[in-house]
């Protein structure tokens, strides 16, 4: 990301969001200089106290949201949203939670400087996981592939894990088209996309959406017969079926209007 976004010199900044323990700002600030906004108290002190043993001069940490945040805009050369605008509308009524989302994205814009690149990651609405029941958001399963008003209705006749806490289902995520039609209203333009195979916090293996190298992933499942055996490696080489059912989705956006040459 950091490559493309033309910032590889030590002086590049980057912003991470929603940080945690500091697993992806604390490697990059060993080359550039980072900030870290952590939302959570405990994560933010744990990440100030891995910055001081592990001697990361170059990484600020700030306590804070993203949008209580004062920070100035057009100053990073990347930002980094790993898993976090799928919970912007927890922290925000004032507005339904698409539209939440929609200002989310307008100030990750906002803050990148010319050339600068957005990587985001998040879950895929009807991935192959939430088909198979996987735990949604809310804490429960298949939410995310109900219509809205009935994931709200569930969300608050359930006393399970987290559905409390989301009050009305706002963890919206969406399709790989869903996303990109969100983007392009925010003003960004998507670069590249990926299907994170194992997971968007453990992405060893990124499949690409836009070109051939996803023939490189074509399913191995056994098969009675070879003919289905070869049927289903030609359905898991088209890349609509891994916009369809991939599990968790990244995305390398810059801002529609940036002209500086990539």
């Known amino acids: 990301i950091l490559d493309q976004a033309d910032a590889v010199s030590k002086l590049a900044r980057v912003l991470d ?18 900030v870290a906004v952590e939302g959570v108290a405990e994560r933010a002190r744990f990440l100030e106290l891995r910055r001081r043993q592990e001697g990361l001069e170059r990484l600020c940490v700030i306590r804070g949201e993203l949008q209580r945040t004062p920070l100035a805009l057009g100053q990073f050369d990347a930002v ?27 100030r990750l814009r906002e803050l990148l400087a010319p050339g600068g690149c957005i990587y985001l990651a998040i ?5 192959w996981p ?3 029941g996987g735990a949604d958001h809310s804490g429960l399963p298949y939410t995310s592939l109900l219509p809205r008003p009935l994931a709200r209705w569930v969300c608050a006749h359930s006393r399970a894990y987290r559905s409390q806490f989301n009050v009305g289902y706002r963890t919206y995520t969406y399709t790989h088209r869903g996303y990109v039609k969100r983007f392009q209203r925010a003003g960004l333009t998507v670069i590249q ?37 070869h049927a289903l490696r030609r359905l898991a080489a088209q890349a609509w079926t891994w916009r369809w059912v991939g599990s968790d989705f990244a995305f390398l956006l810059r801002a529609a209007d940036d002209s500086t040459p990539p």
């Open 193 to 229: 996309s990926w299907v994170c195979t194992q997971g968007y916090n453990s992405p060893e293996k990124m499949v690409p959406l836009d070109t051939a190298a996803i023939r490189f992933v074509t399913s191995r499942a056994p098969a009675p017969h070879p003919q289905a055996r």
């Open 130 to 132: 939430a088909l198979r």
């Open 123 to 127: 879950e895929n609405r009807i991935g």
């Open 17 to 34: 969001i929603g940080a945690g323990w500091g697993s992806i700002a604390a490697p990059l600030a060993r080359r550039y200089q980072v």
């Open 80 to 106: 980094i949203a790993n898993g976090v605008l799928e919970w912007a509308a927890l922290l925000d009524f004032s507005a339904s939670p698409e539209q939440v989302q929609l200002r989310f994205l307008d």
